[in-house]
């Protein structure tokens, strides 16, 4: 079975310009999670998605970040304008639901961005 | 206080060495708990879930103490291979969020 896929693997650009990354949950899955990992400040969920609905953006740092879930097997994160800061690798995972709750997270290889 | 914490280690033992990591959670209500493995520039890859009553997994053992409100992972005989990062992850109270913490870093040497 293909697991979570995420385009672009890697993603270098200049600061001001726009940035999307693209998720491919698990067929059948509930949840779909984005995160950004730094090393100052680890793993960090940003948004997540119940039945393509978001349901939690408290960790969406600012208006320049946005992310849709159109239809069950696809899901964007677009950060406009990009900058310096944004710089790092954001994961996508998604999950089943189990006894009313999202279960184990299944992470994508992630998209490694620099904003330069 | 962050809602989940992690000793980030490095934590550098002798192959054969037995190692356990400890993480601290700040929600009662939490009810789900899990491991994580992370290798170097790589996505985290579920270790194994925690359960009430402790559970094994070969040569690793995960433990939960509510009271202390901590998650514990032990590893006997560490290999090599056991190098990596290990973070927990918390589910907290009423939301579906799973809180991670920052990781601990595990070097074995040989």
């Known amino acids: 079975d293909a697991g979570v896929i995420q385009s672009p693997r890697h993603e270098v650009t200049e600061m001001g310009q726009e940035v999307t990354l693209r998720c491919k949950p698990i067929s059948g899955h509930d949840y779909l999670f984005w995160y950004r990992q730094t090393m100052m400040r680890g793993l960090e969920l940003l948004i997540y998605f119940n039945n393509n609905v978001p349901i939690d953006d408290s960790g969406m740092p600012e208006d320049r970040f946005s992310a849709k879930m159109p239809n069950a097997s696809f899901s964007t994160l677009k950060i406009q304008p990009s900058e310096p800061r944004d710089s790092a690798v954001y994961f996508c995972a998604s999950s089943l639901v189990v006894g009313g709750h999202p279960n184990i997270q299944y992470f994508g290889a992630g998209t490694r961005l620099s904003v330069l | 206080r962050k809602e989940v914490e992690q000793d980030p280690g490095p934590f550098n033992v002798p192959e054969g060495a037995t190692v356990a990591f400890n993480c601290t959670y700040s929600?009662?209500?939490?009810?789900?708990f899990f491991w994580y493995r992370q290798d170097c520039r790589k996505e985290p890859k579920l270790l194994m879930s925690v359960y009430s009553s402790g559970n094994e997994d070969g040569r690793f053992t995960a433990q939960l103490n509510r009271a202390s409100q901590y998650i514990s992972l032990l590893i006997r005989d560490s290999k090599l291979s056991d190098s990596a990062t290990y973070l927990c992850g918390v589910y907290g109270g009423a939301t579906n969020k799973l809180i991670f913490g920052t990781g601990t870093l595990l070097a074995v040497q040989p």
């Open positions: 929600n009662s209500a939490s009810q789900s």
